[in-house]
């Protein structure tokens, strides 16, 4: 079946420690995405890529990086920079072109220990 | 800048009944709009869309309205079932990425 996957489900981040999120999609589309959920709150975009090896910064990027060296895949690693990254991390994917939605993964928990 | 909000933060319905979830926008270029299910842990579904160019769409129990003169779309759920509890997000798909309501989280009542 085509989809996004994101992993782990559930990630743990010591004082001072990067973490890198995976998510792959096999819907061979061209854009991908990163958002931010805070409890009780709408989703907030961290970095989004257009094609391979370009992306641009969302409205909340500092303390995130990422990368897009593959059409498939496009991981995001929270710093250490990033004072509060306790949050829900969800990645998307949408054709280029025309006026089509986002697809979803299922998500990344990421908490401090 | 572009904002999205919703008008209520919760809805409560009674199984059987119908839904009708609203959410306003500010940008008068929007031409495209997307309604979003969440449900607890997991990521936005995907329920229906539209372009400025319709004001109502179906779907499978589900209609969209979109009044652009107000700046004003909603989300009808049809006879109401309690799978349909979820946060459900208005969205507004710029030229480069999309804009999210805060969501209204609909519960049903037994």
């Known amino acids: 079946d085509g989809g996004i996957t994101q992993s782990p489900k559930y990630l743990f981040r010591k004082e001072g420690q990067n973490v890198t999120l995976s998510c792959e999609q096999n819907l061979n589309h061209d854009a991908m995405y990163w958002y931010r959920q805070d409890p009780g709150q709408g989703l907030r975009l961290i970095y989004y890529?257009?094609?391979?090896?370009?992306?641009q910064k969302g409205d909340i990027a500092e303390g995130y990086s990422v990368s897009r060296e593959k059409k498939e895949s496009f991981p995001l690693t929270v710093t250490s920079a990033q004072k509060n990254p306790t949050a829900f991390y969800l990645c998307?994917?949408?054709?280029?072109?025309?006026?089509?939605?986002?697809?979803f993964g299922d998500g990344t928990r990421l908490s401090i220990l | 800048g572009e904002s999205v909000g919703l008008h209520l933060p919760t809805l409560s319905v009674q199984e059987g009944d119908n839904s009708i979830i609203n959410c306003a926008y500010s940008?008068?270029?929007?031409?495209?709009f997307i309604w979003y299910k969440q449900e607890s842990g997991k990521g936005p579904q995907f329920i229906i869309d539209i372009r400025s160019n319709m004001d109502k769409r179906q779907g499978q129990r589900v209609t969209v309205l979109l009044n652009k003169t107000v700046k004003h779309l909603s989300l009808q759920i049809a006879a109401t079932q309690p799978g349909d509890s979820a946060v459900y997000f208005c969205?507004?798909?710029?030229?480069?990425?999309?804009?999210f309501g805060q969501g209204t989280r609909l519960t049903i009542n037994p």
């Open positions: 969205a507004e798909q710029g030229a480069q990425k999309l804009v």
């Open positions: 940008n008068s270029a929007s031409d495209y």
């Open positions: 890529s257009q094609i391979v090896n370009d992306f």
């Open positions: 998307a994917s949408r054709p280029s072109g025309g006026s089509q939605p986002q697809h």
